[in-house]
């Protein structure tokens, strides 16, 4: 959450996947249409609806809108934790052309599927009321944007990082974090070998059955040079590539180097065993890092970590963009008082004092290099590089039933029940249906 080579890369999956899938649910070309509530208008009461705000800022930054606004009041409608289970909220509000969601707070990958059914208003590029998106990472405005238009407005973007015991690696004489597989698997081996690593597993990606195994998988086939879907809108993921990079997650969990209750971990879940001390190598988003550093005591692990890219088979590996953005509801009330709010939220004043309190990544580009975040951040260098180089999960129109087919064919790999080449076959064959014109 530059017009690099992975903008227009994201551009050109988003149009392709939009094309192909425009004649599924709702489909068609949004705007234009008075149903769809086009016009920013009305003034009042407001609500959110979000995710879990487990820092608490998110509150702070509201109540200072709130003070200031004593006739356009905000309150946040907090959803279930799950994305999965957000996801179907705000559809079921949306299908039922409820005004209780004034502004959606919206995995990155779901714009185009929420564009597309007209349940978002169009947001102006242009004239008085426009939303200044040049002073953001480029990739993370794509993410906001269907069909070359504006939907949504990044709020934080995300990029996975790997997250490494600095103080168990320079136990075991290892000055490097690794940045391949092997070299992660060379390097647990020697600290499990000391007596400190004793108890303690060695990595853990997400592949539970929920979206966070969407982004497992693709991170693993995009660092193996595959892909899930291609830019042309057609399935590819019975490749090579893609084998390589399932069979890394499914190796993983059978031999153990994943904990055994990994197949039921969902991200707190792995936050929580990582800040316990019982992990060496975790792949997780930037939220993590303040809280694992946190000296309350509800971290063993504090000052005690790093965070580097994640590894490859050859190098480096491609983490998952990731972020949140913030959309109107077509069919709320007050969209003159959203728009405002969104705005006031995406204020770079306002990203600095979030990303400092809860090191959550922003989308505003000049704050990755500002000295008093890199002093309290280090790893924001690291952290852009990997956002500018990061891939995204198919942006489809029918993303729900993409990313269910992704975790129900790659969630009975890991489990033993479907071999890697039978699952892989199967998934092409189910996503062709669902990104392919009847």
């Given at each position: 959450?530059?017009?690099?080579?992975?903008?227009?890369?994201?551009?050109?999956?988003?149009?392709?996947?939009?094309?192909?899938?425009?004649?599924?649910?709702?489909?068609?070309?949004?705007?234009?249409?008075?149903?769809?509530?086009?016009?920013?208008?009305?003034?009042?009461?407001?609500?959110?609806?979000?995710?879990?705000?487990?820092?608490?800022?998110?509150?702070?930054?509201?109540?200072?809108?709130?003070?200031?606004?004593?006739?356009?009041?905000?309150?946040?409608?907090?959803?279930?934790?799950?994305?999965?289970?957000?996801?179907?909220?705000?559809?079921?509000?949306?299908?039922?052309?409820?005004?209780?969601?004034?502004?959606?707070?919206?995995?990155?990958?779901?714009?185009?599927?929420?564009?597309?059914?007209?349940?978002?208003?169009?947001?102006?590029?242009?004239?008085?009321?426009?939303?200044?998106?040049?002073?953001?990472?480029?990739?993370?405005?794509?993410?906001?944007?269907?069909?070359?238009?504006?939907?949504?407005?990044?709020?934080?973007?995300?990029?996975?990082?790997?997250?490494?015991?600095?103080?168990?690696?320079?136990?075991?004489?290892?000055?490097?974090?690794?940045?391949?597989?092997?070299?992660?698997?060379?390097?647990?081996?020697?600290?499990?070998?000391?007596?400190?690593?004793?108890?303690?597993?060695?990595?853990?990606?997400?592949?539970?059955?929920?979206?966070?195994?969407?982004?497992?998988?693709?991170?693993?086939?995009?660092?193996?040079?595959?892909?899930?879907?291609?830019?042309?809108?057609?399935?590819?993921?019975?490749?090579?590539?893609?084998?390589?990079?399932?069979?890394?997650?499914a190796r993983a969990v059978k031999d153990g180097r994943m904990?055994?209750?990994?197949?039921?971990?969902?991200?707190?879940?792995?936050?929580?065993?990582?800040?316990?001390?019982?992990?060496?190598?975790?792949?997780?988003?930037?939220?993590?890092?303040?809280?694992?550093?946190?000296?309350?005591?509800?971290?063993?692990?504090?000052?005690?970590?790093?965070?580097?890219?994640?590894?490859?088979?050859?190098?480096?590996?491609?983490?998952?963009?990731?972020?949140?953005?913030?959309?109107?509801?077509?069919?709320?009330?007050?969209?003159?008082?959203?728009?405002?709010?969104?705005?006031?939220?995406?204020?770079?004043?306002?990203?600095?004092?979030?990303?400092?309190?809860?090191?959550?990544?922003?989308?505003?580009?000049?704050?990755?290099?500002?000295?008093?975040?890199?002093?309290?951040?280090?790893?924001?260098?690291?952290?852009?590089?990997?956002?500018?180089?990061?891939?995204?999960?198919?942006?489809?129109?029918?993303?729900?039933?993409?990313?269910?087919?992704?975790?129900?064919?790659?969630?009975?790999?890991?489990?033993?029940?479907?071999?890697?080449?039978?699952?892989?076959?199967?998934?092409?064959?189910?996503?062709?249906?669902?990104?392919?014109?009847?």
């Amino acid at each position: 959450m530059r017009r690099t080579p992975l903008a227009g890369a994201l551009t050109g999956l988003a149009l392709a996947l939009s094309l192909a899938a425009c004649g599924g649910d709702g489909g068609g070309s949004p705007g234009g249409d008075a149903a769809a509530g086009s016009e920013l208008t009305g003034r009042g009461p407001i609500t959110l609806a979000t995710g879990k705000d487990r820092s608490g800022n998110m509150q702070k930054m509201i109540d200072a809108w709130n003070k200031a606004h004593p006739n356009e009041q905000a309150r946040v409608v907090e959803l279930p934790d799950e994305p999965n289970d957000q996801r179907q909220q705000m559809i079921q509000n949306a299908t039922t052309k409820s005004d209780a969601y004034t502004i959606l707070n919206l995995d990155v990958v779901w714009t185009a599927e929420f564009a597309a059914n007209r349940w978002l208003v169009e947001l102006p590029k242009a004239g008085p009321n426009a939303v200044d998106t040049s002073v953001l990472l480029p990739a993370t405005v794509t993410t906001g944007e269907y069909r070359g238009k504006l939907y949504a407005v990044p709020l934080t973007s995300d990029s996975g990082l790997l997250y490494y015991r600095s103080d168990l690696l320079a136990k075991a004489g290892i000055k490097e974090p690794p940045k391949t597989w092997q070299e992660m698997w060379a390097a647990c081996d020697k600290v499990k070998a000391l007596p400190e690593g004793k108890g303690v597993d060695c990595y853990l990606t997400e592949v539970g059955k929920t979206e966070g195994l969407t982004v497992s998988t693709a991170e693993a086939i995009n660092s193996a040079g595959g892909t899930i879907v291609g830019a042309d809108g057609k399935p590819t993921v019975n490749t090579p590539q893609a084998k390589t990079g399932v069979d890394f997650l499914a190796r993983a969990v059978k031999d153990g180097r994943m904990p055994k209750a990994a197949l039921t971990l969902d991200g707190e879940g792995g936050r929580r065993h990582f800040q316990a001390g019982k992990l060496l190598f975790h792949r997780q988003w930037p939220y993590q890092y303040e809280l694992a550093n946190k000296k309350d005591g509800s971290s063993k692990v504090a000052g005690r970590f790093h965070v580097a890219p994640i590894p490859g088979p050859n190098g480096p590996g491609a983490a998952n963009l990731g972020g949140h953005n913030y959309a109107i509801s077509a069919f709320a009330k007050n969209k003159a008082t959203a728009l405002d709010f969104i705005k006031y939220m995406a204020d770079g004043a306002q990203q600095k004092a979030n990303l400092l309190a809860t090191s959550q990544a922003p989308t505003v580009a000049a704050l990755y290099t500002d000295p008093e975040i890199v002093k309290k951040y280090p790893f924001m260098p690291t952290l852009k590089a990997a956002i500018e180089n990061a891939k995204s999960r198919p942006a489809a129109v029918k993303y729900g039933d993409v990313t269910a087919a992704v975790q129900g064919a790659v969630y009975d790999t890991l489990g033993g029940r479907t071999p890697t080449d039978q699952a892989l076959s199967d998934l092409q064959g189910k996503l062709g249906a669902l990104t392919t014109t009847p």
